[in-house]
């Protein structure tokens, strides 16, 4: 998907919202202030995780002050494989230099979400770099802790709500349905 047309779809409903790459069924990247919002309604393929790469060295040349990212992953969604886990540790060891806090938001609950938890937390032991990383159940939760994070890590304040919206629209974004009236 053309980022530029998405993003001129988008503004109507979240003008803060910038669509940096997006594949409807696939995944979504997006920006919202200092916040990359990262959505995954199913499983985060290596060629995914490659595009994150492209717009994370992007960012990286003039990033905002205290980057955060939100992934959101949607109910059910795959474990990344062996292949993607080893780019998303590339990733977090060599292109995510201004990320201060990361929240993942796992759209679902028991054995699926255990095991989602403990893959982020064992590609997280093995990245030297430190950052913040906290684990949410709804976009509400993770909002309210981004914004804390982005306002005393970064000094870039914003309202949680309009943060919470923006992570749903990129969600909706990502799976490919259109945005509410």
């Known amino acids: 998907m053309d980022p ?30 200092n916040v ?32 955060c990212s939100a992934h959101l992953v949607g109910a059910g969604a795959a ?3 062996a292949e993607a886990r080893a780019a998303f540790i590339d990733l977090m060891n060599n292109h995510t230099r201004p990320l201060n806090s990361l929240s993942v938001v796992l759209s679902g609950g028991g ?5 989602v938890r403990s893959v982020v937390l064992g590609m997280r032991m093995v990245t030297p770099r430190s950052f913040a990383l906290t684990f949410h159940t709804d976009y509400e939760s993770s909002a309210r802790w981004l914004a804390k994070e982005s306002r ?17 629209e990129v969600m909706r974004l990502a799976k490919g349905e259109s945005a509410p009236p």
Request: proline share 9%; glycine share 4%; charged share 25%.
């Open 111 to 115: 054995f699926w979400a255990s095991a």
């Open 36 to 67: 990359v919002i990262v959505a995954w309604p199913k499983r985060a393929t290596p060629e995914a995780v490659a595009r994150l790469k492209t717009v994370s060295i992007e960012l990286n040349r003039d990033p905002p002050a205290g980057t």
């Open 152 to 168: 005393d890590r970064g000094g870039v304040a914003f309202k949680p709500d309009d943060l919470a919206r923006a992570m749903a």
């Open 4 to 33: 530029t047309q998405a993003s001129a779809n988008r503004a109507a409903h979240t003008p803060e919202l910038l669509v940096l790459d997006a594949e409807p069924g696939e995944f979504a990247f997006c920006r919202f202030h």
């Open 79 to 81: 474990i990344p494989s």
